[in-house]
């Protein structure tokens, strides 16, 4: 980028002990814009001090108030402004992801070029999809068709003027808080767009059963907690998604359990439903493509992933009923 390009842009990157992947993630930030700050959510494994010592801006969260990404990018991008008012964009990046060569011009080009626009992204890939079938799905669900979005994930270049209208992230939303601002920014008639064009690499590093399901739990947490906010709405955000979950994940298993004594185990029959659901994915994810493995990879998780789901749904309306502080969610050990 030419000096003046690094100039107006700011990166903020977030993370939490993410190790070998922060460093990766800091390298190529510092390459990229003169100004980057790296907000740290209590790591113990010497990640602010490696961002100091690449001249990074750091930013240690207080250990008394609940961490989030959401409370993270705010303060992130508080200090960015802080150190350098005249930015005209603000590149979010989170410490397991890096960012790629040319990824910022072309950002701040289509922000110039669309004054419609307050967001954009673009492709982000898994980079080690070989590494575990985690991964593998991962890189699945990270690919999506370019165009107007209705939200992206929390890697994107924004308008400071834009962050600034609708109040940054809401740091009570643990998970799902970037499709929270989202929907925040498309009601202030902005648009988001995902470009045909590579942006980050991301590291998942998911080996374990568990790990995945811990992740799915999360978006289950965050389908109803955003569904909260917005499920009232015009567009009735993540209430589909959260019906899907109470039908297929506790509704249908339910039913078939609770009425085998009385059906003389015909109801265990409605567990064949789930065939019926996994071709259809099946079919769908073909349709875009897709070769037949990774499709019925797909496929198979995305059916089990109403039950984590589930449970993640579960634990926001028992925490609301409790009126128990919503606190981080982690699904990734230390690396």
Same mark, same amino acid.
């Given at each position: 980028?030419?000096?003046?390009?690094?100039?107006?842009?700011? /990166?903020?990157?977030?993370?939490?002990?993410?190790?070998?992947?922060? *460093?990766?993630?800091?390298?190529?930030?510092?390459?990229?814009?003169?100004?980057?700050?790296?907000? #740290?959510?209590?790591?113990? #494994?010497?990640?602010?001090? $490696?961002?100091?010592?690449?001249?990074?801006?750091?930013?240690?969260?207080?250990?008394?108030?609940? +961490?989030?990404?959401? =409370?993270?990018?705010? #303060?992130? $991008?508080?200090?960015?402004?802080?150190?350098?008012?005249?930015?005209?964009?603000?590149? %979010?990046? #989170?410490?397991?992801?890096?960012? @790629?060569?040319?990824?910022?011009?072309?950002?701040?080009?289509?922000?110039?070029?669309?004054?419609?626009?307050?967001?954009?992204?673009?492709?982000?890939?898994?980079?080690?999809?070989?590494?575990? @079938?985690?991964?593998?799905?991962?890189?699945?669900?990270?690919? !999506? *068709?370019?165009?107007?979005?209705?939200?992206?994930?929390?890697? %994107?270049? @924004?308008?400071?003027?834009?962050?600034?209208?609708?109040?940054?992230?809401?740091?009570?939303? /643990?998970?799902?808080?970037?499709?929270?601002?989202?929907?925040?920014?498309?009601?202030?008639?902005?648009?988001?767009?995902?470009?045909?064009?590579?942006?980050?690499?991301?590291?998942?590093?998911?080996?374990?059963?568990?790990?995945?399901?811990?992740?799915?739990?999360?978006?289950?947490?965050?389908?109803? !907690?955003?569904?909260?906010?917005?499920?009232?709405?015009?567009?009735? +955000?993540?209430?589909?998604?959260?019906?899907? /979950?109470? /039908?297929?994940?506790?509704?249908?298993?339910? &039913?078939?359990?609770?009425?085998?004594? %009385?059906?003389?185990?015909?109801?265990?029959?409605?567990? $064949?439903?789930?065939?019926?659901?996994?071709?259809?994915?099946?079919?769908?994810?073909? *349709? =875009?493509?897709?070769?037949?493995?990774? &499709?019925?990879?797909?496929? $198979? %998780?995305?059916?089990?992933? *109403?039950?984590?789901?589930?449970?993640?749904?579960?634990?926001? +309306?028992?925490?609301?009923?409790?009126?128990?502080?919503?606190?981080?969610?982690?699904?990734?050990?230390? =690396?």
């Amino acid at each position: 980028m030419t000096p003046e390009s690094r100039d107006s842009v700011a /990166i903020v990157a977030i993370g939490r002990n993410e190790g070998e992947r922060l *460093k990766s993630c800091l390298r190529a930030a510092v390459g990229g814009a003169s100004s980057v700050v790296y907000v #740290d959510s209590g790591s113990t #494994d010497g990640s602010a001090s $490696f961002a100091r010592s690449l001249g990074c801006d750091v930013v240690e969260l207080n250990p008394d108030l609940p +961490y989030s990404a959401a =409370r993270a990018r705010n #303060d992130g $991008f508080a200090r960015a402004m802080n150190i350098n008012p005249d930015a005209a964009f603000v590149q %979010f990046v #989170d410490g397991d992801c890096t960012l @790629v060569d040319g990824w910022l011009e072309r950002g701040v080009a289509t922000l110039h070029d669309r004054p419609d626009a307050g967001v954009v992204c673009g492709h982000v890939r898994e980079m080690h999809p070989e590494a575990s @079938v985690y991964n593998r799905l991962l890189d699945l669900e990270w690919r !999506q *068709k370019p165009g107007e979005l209705n939200a992206c994930g929390g890697i %994107f270049m @924004v308008r400071p003027a834009v962050f600034g209208a609708v109040g940054g992230f809401r740091r009570e939303v /643990i998970a799902g808080e970037d499709n929270e601002f989202c929907v925040r920014v498309r009601q202030t008639g902005h648009k988001i767009l995902l470009l045909d064009t590579p942006m980050a690499w991301h590291d998942a590093a998911m080996r374990r059963f568990m790990e995945w399901w811990r992740r799915a739990r999360r978006t289950g947490h965050a389908y109803a !907690q955003v569904a909260s906010m917005h499920g009232s709405g015009d567009e009735r +955000y993540f209430v589909r998604e959260c019906r899907r /979950i109470w /039908i297929w994940g506790l509704g249908i298993p339910a &039913a078939a359990l609770m009425l085998a004594p %009385f059906t003389r185990g015909i109801s265990l029959m409605l567990f $064949f439903l789930y065939g019926p659901q996994f071709g259809w994915i099946l079919r769908n994810a073909r *349709k =875009r493509g897709w070769p037949l493995g990774d &499709a019925a990879v797909y496929a $198979f %998780f995305t059916v089990l992933t *109403k039950f984590p789901a589930l449970e993640g749904m579960l634990a926001y +309306y028992w925490r609301r009923w409790r009126g128990h502080e919503i606190t981080i969610m982690e699904h990734k050990e230390s =690396r």
